[in-house]
């Protein structure tokens, strides 16, 4: 049901900082870095192998991802799964009775669809759903 990972997320206080570090330690530069307003970050996608990490600073105070850091402080955010039909996944996700955050697929970048599973109830780990549109 589910493919392979399509990418961490990684919470940063700064994405510049973050990014220097990601090419300093493995070489990598960011295929895409972009501000997401609807989402309140600023994302920055470093291709590893056939998978990302995706960096991800706050745009305004009351973002998720703000939220995220100021109790938690950075590091793992979430992981994300790809998968072939997440309309059908989550239908499979609510049978099973999964605390979902999006009831719906929603936009996301890169020509995708995603939606969150809630932390509760998932060993505490935040998880997205990551399907490709052709
Ligand atoms: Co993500």
Redesign the pocket.
């Known amino acids: 049901m589910i493919g392979a990972i399509?990418?961490v997320?990684i919470a940063v206080n700064d994405l510049d900082a973050a990014l220097g570090w990601h090419n300093a330690a493995f070489g990598v530069v960011p295929t895409m870095r972009e501000v997401i307003e609807s989402e309140g970050v600023e994302?920055a996608m470093l291709s590893v192998g056939g998978s990302f990490i995706?960096l991800?600073a706050t745009v305004r105070d009351d973002s998720p991802v703000a939220r995220f850091l100021g109790s938690r402080g950075e590091g793992l955010?979430?992981i994300?799964y790809r998968v072939d039909n997440l309309a059908a996944t989550l239908d499979r996700l609510r049978t099973a009775d999964i605390n979902l955050i999006d009831e719906v697929p929603r936009p996301?970048g890169r020509n995708t669809m995603?939606a969150f599973i809630h932390p509760k109830g998932n060993l505490g780990t935040l998880t997205?759903l990551?399907e490709y549109l052709p």
Do not use: F, N
């Open positions: 399509d990418h997320g994302e995706q991800l955010h979430h994300a996301g995603i997205e990551v």
